[in-house]
Every structure is written in structure tokens, then in C-alpha cells.
């Protein structure tokens, strides 16, 4: 079975300042892929970064980055300098590579203050 | 490129009736996906269907049946709504060989 743990519902951060969103996995597979996923109020889903099992170099697009710990099975999303236009949910969503289930996380809603 | 297209967006059912949710994807992507999001609960899985002629349940399976009409194609029944079943739904396509999974704008349904 394959499961993602969101363990922050909310956080909050000061505008320009960074903030890590934490995301644990667990699977039984050696081959998967993890993903972040922002949704503004509005309700669309965003895709925002995505990083492979085998990938040794932690995935970056723009100010999103992703923390890989393989051995510890984590893979926090680091947002560098926010912006009010961050605030949203994000989601940490896992892929098996057994069996293409594409599993997501409860979330965490993150709040850029002024 | 409509991407992943769910019809419709907004639906209000009694209690006990059927309805179909309807997903396309024009992407030729062999994965589609069912989830419902409730607030504090994430998307869950309902169904999923990794490529054209499989399906398999997800974590809430109860309440739903799925059918995967052709590549482009997955479609979510209710057969008898019931009040818990009150959520926004998404339908996703994915390919075995990209990296990012695409969503559609949602149903929201609500049963009465």
C-alpha cells in the first residue's frame, strides 16, 4: 500500500521569507514519483514540481524546490521568497510504478502574510 | 488542447438518484483517475484506471462504479446518491512517461 502524510494542516510565513512544506511516503515500490500540487481558492489544481525515485539531483522549478530524503522517504516542497500569491492548499500526491495509483496527501494550507 | 474536460461542473441530486459524471482527456494519456476532495480530507481516490480496459478501486470505492469507455474516455455513476456523497469531484489523465498528472476544473455535487 501506498500512503502520503501531510503532518502541517496550516502554516503561515511572512512575505519574501522561505517556507518548507513537509511530505512523508511510504511504498512498498523502488520505482515511483512524487509531486506537489497548489490549489488557490479558486479550486484548480496547479502542478507544481515533480521529482523521481531514481532522480539523484533534487528537482527546482523557479522559486519551488524539492528536499528528497530517499532513506528517510520524505519530499518537502521549499517555497524561496513567498508571495501573497502563494497563499493556497498544497498537496504532495505519490505515482507507484507498479501500478500508476496516483495517491495524494490531506494537505496543508499556507497563508503568506504582508 | 481542452486538456481534461468533466461535465458537468455543478449538480444538485436527491437522495437515491443516479447520475453519471463524465471525463474526457485528449491528451491519448493511458491513466484517468476519479477523486472527491472534502474539506480537512485531501483528494481520495475513488477509482483509478492505469490503462484502457483496466479499473481498480482506490480508497472510497463505496457508493460508485466507474467505466473506462475508451482511451479518452472514464466515466464515474452514482446509482442511488446519498448526503455523504455531497463533495467537488476531479478527474486526472496521466501518461506513464510524463511527469506532472492534469486535472479537470471539478463537479461539484451536492446531494439533498
Known amino acids: 500500500a501506498q500512503k502520503i502524510t501531510q503532518t502541517q494542516p496550516g502554516m503561515f510565513v511572512q512575505e519574501k521569507e522561505a517556507v518548507t512544506l513537509d511530505c512523508t511516503y511510504d511504498?512498498?515500490?523502488?520505482?515511483?514519483?512524487l509531486f506537489w500540487y497548489k490549489q488557490p481558492s479558486s479550486g484548480e489544481m496547479i502542478f507544481l514540481i515533480y521529482q523521481g525515485s531514481y532522480d539523484e539531483q533534487n528537482a527546482t522549478e523557479g522559486r519551488y524546490s524539492l528536499n528528497f530524503q530517499k532513506a528517510r522517504k520524505s519530499a518537502n516542497l521549499v517555497i524561496s521568497a513567498s508571495q501573497l500569491g502563494d497563499s493556497a492548499m498544497y498537496f504532495c500526491a505519490m505515482r507507484g510504478g507498479s501500478n500508476y495509483k496516483l495517491t495524494f496527501g490531506k494537505g496543508t494550507l499556507l497563508t503568506v502574510n504582508p | 488542447n481542452a486538456g481534461v474536460t468533466q461535465t458537468p461542473k455543478f449538480q444538485v441530486l436527491k437522495t437515491g438518484q443516479s447520475m453519471t459524471l463524465q471525463c474526457a482527456q485528449d491528451m491519448n494519456h493511458n491513466s484517468m483517475y476519479w477523486y472527491r476532495q472534502d474539506p480537512g480530507m485531501g483528494l481520495r481516490l475513488i477509482y483509478y484506471s492505469a490503462s484502457e480496459g483496466t479499473t481498480d478501486k482506490g480508497e472510497v470505492p463505496n457508493g460508485y462504479n466507474v467505466s473506462r469507455l475508451n482511451k479518452r474516455e472514464f466515466s464515474l455513476r452514482l446509482e442511488s446518491a446519498a448526503p455523504s456523497q455531497t463533495s467537488v469531484y476531479f478527474c486526472a489523465s496521466m501518461d506513464w512517461g510524463i511527469t506532472e498528472a492534469f486535472f479537470g476544473q471539478g463537479t461539484r455535487l451536492t446531494v439533498v
Open positions: 511504498t512498498s515500490d523502488q520505482s515511483y514519483g
